[in-house]
């Protein structure tokens, strides 16, 4: 039997939203959750790079970050 899964809801819009407005390869968070990562952050290899305000259809301006990795470049990409 395989389990099915059917999301939806506004943080699958959002984060589909937020997908569009990213580039290949880059982790893309928005405000609550760098916020929730930078009171849990569990290494030190990790930080967060302020993108700015996006314009996101439904949501209007939302303030988002790029996750990344501290010792590579940041044309790397991030796994």
Known sequence: ????FCLFGD???T???MESTSRKDQIHLSDKAA???QKHQLSSDIFLEE???I???G???M??????HASRPRSASIC
């Not at 039997?1 to 099915?4: C, F, G, S, T, V």
């Not at 303030?63 to 990344?68: A, K, N, Q, Y």
């Open 51 to 53: 993108r700015g305000s």
């Open 15 to 17: 984060a589909s939203r």
């Open 55 to 57: 314009s996101v259809k």
């Open 1 to 4: 039997l395989n389990p099915r």
């Open 63 to 68: 303030h988002t970050f790029w996750l990344r």
């Open 59 to 61: 949501k209007g301006t």
């Open 35 to 37: 916020a929730l990562l």
């Open 11 to 13: 943080t699958v819009n």
